[in-house]
């Protein structure tokens, strides 16, 4: 049981907007920011947005995050059949001694 | 660019200590701005932070692994590494070590290729 909570999957067709949420409490995502990152079949995690909603060098602005309150959102415009992947939310959480914390992320299929 | 390579055993016998070194590409290490990480993923599953530490050697741990890990730097030879004892087959996983961002505690912007760990006698 992740302490960051996401949908097991979302899906949608190419050129779609589709967004993922991610929930947490007032220790993790309620003070602290959000990173989002994306993982292909049989690679490494990539930073995808940090801070909430920045983008890294490289990343396509059809990628963009949010937060509000104890939630997160990751939206993606513009769906193409490459991003398809896995989504994991990530934030510090100031409880027991403060610790990293993990959504259990999110399947992205394109149609 | 920065790189990092994981090495490891491959396979760990139960009960027995798992260790793990991170190379990090030269020049890069030394630099008081960034921590450094262990990240696992379970077959199948999603990701789980281990520990972190700083180039000086100030620590974080994982609440459910912290009696068990030592992460610990050789600012000698450029490498990080991660001890976890009593290994059991929950511990079978994809091992990452990763560099933490400045920018944020949870943001790890550049990542190893990992290594795969089985517990099995």
């Known amino acids: 049981q992740s302490v960051l909570t996401q949908p097991p999957s979302v899906s949608g067709t190419p050129g779609q907007r589709v967004t993922m949420s991610c929930s947490g409490s007032?220790?993790?995502?309620?003070?602290?920011?959000v990173n989002w990152y994306q993982q292909l079949p049989g690679t490494a995690p990539k930073l995808l947005i940090y801070?909430?909603?920045q983008r890294p060098s490289g990343v396509p602005d059809r990628f963009s995050g949010s937060r509000s309150g104890t939630s997160a959102s990751l939206a993606i415009s513009g769906l193409q059949s490459e991003d398809e992947a896995e989504y994991y939310c990530?934030?510090?959480?100031?409880?027991?001694?403060?610790?990293?914390?993990f959504g259990g992320g999110t399947k992205l299929t394109v149609l | 660019q920065v790189q990092l390579q994981e090495s490891g055993p491959g396979v760990v016998k139960p009960s027995e200590t798992l260790s793990l070194s991170c190379s990090v590409s030269?020049?890069?290490?030394?630099?008081?701005?960034?921590?450094w990480a262990w990240i696992r993923q379970p077959p199948g599953k999603g990701l789980e932070w281990i520990a972190s530490?700083?180039?000086?050697?100030?620590?974080s741990y994982s609440p459910s692994l912290k009696s068990r890990v030592t992460i610990s730097v050789d600012t000698s030879k450029d490498h990080f590494s991660l001890n976890l004892n009593f290994v059991t087959a929950a511990d079978t996983a994809l091992y990452y070590c990763?560099?933490?961002?400045?920018?944020?505690?949870?943001?790890?912007?550049?990542w190893g290729l990992g290594t795969m760990v089985t517990v099995s006698s």
């Open positions: 990763a560099r933490r961002a400045t920018s944020s505690w949870s943001a790890f912007d550049i």
């Open positions: 030269t020049g890069s290490f030394s630099s008081s701005s960034h921590h």
């Open positions: 530490i700083s180039y000086s050697g100030t620590t």
């Open positions: 007032s220790s993790n995502i309620g003070m602290n920011t």
């Open positions: 801070s909430n909603n």
């Open positions: 990530a934030a510090w959480d100031d409880s027991l001694n403060g610790h990293v914390v």
